[in-house]
């Protein structure tokens, strides 16, 4: 039996981008566009009328914006998977971030128009592997409905249970924390970084998969809720101990160290790297070669592999890493990468992340937890 096409609601107040975002989604075969609206109240209409996979809903529209009619759609039995359509500006991007830390998977930014080919290419790219996790998502929602309910039986005999390989003891002391995080990254570290410690004693270096002009309102929105200082990095700035730099969108962020012995932040423009820039696997490389000291690395809720290798050449220097559990993944990729691979030494829960990390570099942990 065929399976069937993602269904999806394109909801945006722009009759010609509608267009484009209809065009460039049925381009990629399997999805079947079941309807269009230019404002809130007219896409909540339409789920009543409709079932709907997913929402690509605008931040920014008259009558009921994006912000609200999430709102409303989270209030449903069995919400559709919402990804919100963003415009370049600051206050989009704040609304955006709102939105991600309130239900949305993940969000797509509008190109500026001004080349019509590759505002088509950077959609296609973008909803490409978005449209792919969630009809992955989709088919198992359907088959956890459908499974049937099994009589009781016997028990069964115990079966051997897998022993896993018992992690190495974390070091007595860090120089470092870095962080990986892509899809649901805004609301993990939304819970994860206002539960730091404000006298964390080493520096945060921290890869969020995001495009330009969404890092700073990020690292502003986390800053007003946190403990701990939280920025967008600048090129240059000496790194500071309790301190959370969020690498720029649209730039890869290393360490430099100066003849003197102290750390600076690098900004670069080069080509991204598993299709992310920035990519947590340049951040790794970079900390592995000039960091003095171990680094405790977070592998968090993403998809693809970024990270993966990063963490292996971490753990040629010293390294000790935490990633996140599946059950509390948006989207368990970049954990699940590092996992297979045999390079995480723990696997954490979101909500039991910052504590973790507390307890590690501030070193009240017993040798050999």
Request: aromatic letters at 2%.
């Amino acid at each position: 039996m065929p399976e069937q096409a993602l269904r999806v609601l394109v909801v945006d107040d722009t009759v010609v981008y509608r267009k484009i975002l209809s065009e460039v989604l049925e381009s990629l075969g399997e999805v079947e566009i079941v309807g269009t609206a230019p404002h809130g109240r007219l896409a909540l209409a339409r789920l009543d009328q409709m079932p709907v996979d997913l929402v690509l809903l605008d931040v920014e529209m008259p009558e009921l914006d994006g912000l609200a009619t999430l709102a409303e759609i989270q209030k449903r039995k069995d919400p559709p998977i919402v990804v919100m359509i963003s415009g370049q500006t600051t206050r989009s991007a704040q609304s955006t971030i709102h939105a991600l830390e309130n239900g949305a998977l993940d969000f797509i930014r509008k190109p500026d128009g001004s080349d019509p080919d590759a505002s088509r290419r950077e959609l296609t790219e973008k909803l490409r592997p978005l449209i792919r996790h969630v009809r992955t998502r989709r088919n198992l929602r359907q088959a956890v409905r459908v499974e049937p309910v099994k009589a009781p039986a016997a028990p069964p005999a115990a079966l051997p249970v897998p022993v896993r390989p018992v992690a190495a003891a974390p070091p007595a002391r860090f120089a470092a924390i870095a962080i990986g995080v892509s899809t649901g990254g805004p609301n993990a570290l939304g819970e994860m970084i206002p539960n730091l410690p404000p006298d964390l004693p080493v520096p945060v270096l921290l890869v969020q998969h995001m495009p330009p002009g969404f890092t700073a309102s990020l690292a502003d929105h986390l800053d007003k809720r946190s403990r701990i200082r939280v920025k967008e990095a600048e090129e240059g700035e000496p790194v500071q101990a309790g301190s959370v730099y969020i690498a720029p969108g649209g730039r890869h962020m290393v360490l430099r160290r100066l003849p003197e012995g102290g750390l600076i932040i690098g900004l670069n423009d080069q080509p991204a790297v598993n299709s992310c820039k920035p990519s947590v696997d340049v951040l790794f490389r970079s900390m592995a070669a000039q960091v003095d000291g171990p680094v405790l690395a977070l592998v968090m809720t993403g998809m693809g592999n970024d990270g993966c290798e990063g963490v292996r050449t971490l753990k040629r220097q010293s390294c000790y890493c935490l990633s996140q559990t599946e059950k509390s993944c948006v989207v368990y990729g970049m954990p699940l990468a590092v996992d297979e691979a045999g390079l995480s030494d723990e696997q954490v829960p979101l909500e039991r992340m910052a504590q973790r990390v507390a307890q590690l570099v501030q070193r009240k942990v017993l040798h050999g937890e």
